[in-house]
C-alpha cells in the first residue's frame, strides 16, 4: 500500500508539473526604464531608445504560447539626454515571445518608450511577457530618468 501512494502522489506531481497556465504563474519584475536601460547598455548588440508607435496588424501577433515575429512601422523620435532627435520612419521587426501561456504584445498606435535592439540593418522590438523593453504610454518621469541615464547621471532602479 506505501507503494501504491507514493506511486500515486509521483504521479500527481508529474501531473502537477506539467500542468499549463493557471496552475504556474509567470513572476516579472516590475518594467523599469532604469532597469531596461541598464540591460541594454550592457549587451553585446547596440540598442537605439525611440518614442513613437507602431503600426501593424494586431492580428497577426502570435498566438497564446507560440511566439513569432511581425513586420511593423514604426514612426517617432529617437530618445537622447535631451531630449528629442532623429526622426523615424522605418520598418522594424516585433519580436513576440511567449513562456508557457504568457506571450509579450504591443498595441499598435499607441505612444511607447522602444528600446529597439540593432540586428544588422533592421531594429527588433523585443516583446516579452515581462515587458522589459517597451513602456506603453510612459509618464514624464520615466523619460526624465531615462534622459538621466543617456546624460550618465544617476541612473537607478526604482524598488519594487
Not at 501504491?4 to 509567470?26: F, H
Request: hydrophobic share 40%.
Amino acid at each position: 500500500m506505501i507503494h501504491r501512494t507514493k506511486a500515486l502522489s509521483t504521479l500527481a506531481l508529474a501531473a502537477l508539473i506539467g500542468l499549463p497556465d493557471p496552475a504556474a504563474a509567470l513572476s516579472c519584475r516590475r518594467p523599469d526604464v532604469a532597469r531596461s536601460y541598464k540591460t541594454a547598455a550592457a549587451a553585446p548588440e547596440a540598442y537605439v531608445v525611440v518614442l513613437g508607435r507602431l503600426a501593424f496588424a494586431a492580428d497577426r501577433l502570435p498566438k497564446r504560447g507560440k511566439g513569432g515575429r511581425i513586420r511593423a512601422r514604426l514612426t517617432g523620435h529617437a530618445v537622447t539626454a535631451t531630449g528629442l532627435g532623429a526622426r523615424l520612419d522605418r520598418t522594424v521587426t516585433l519580436n513576440v515571445t511567449c513562456v508557457s501561456a504568457w506571450c509579450g504584445s504591443a498595441t499598435p498606435g499607441q505612444d511607447m518608450l522602444m528600446f529597439l535592439r540593432q540586428d544588422g540593418a533592421d531594429y527588433v522590438l523585443d516583446a516579452t511577457p515581462c515587458q522589459q523593453f517597451h513602456f506603453p504610454d510612459p509618464p514624464e518621469a520615466d523619460l526624465a530618468t531615462l534622459r538621466r541615464c543617456l546624460a550618465g547621471g544617476p541612473c537607478s532602479p526604482r524598488s519594487r
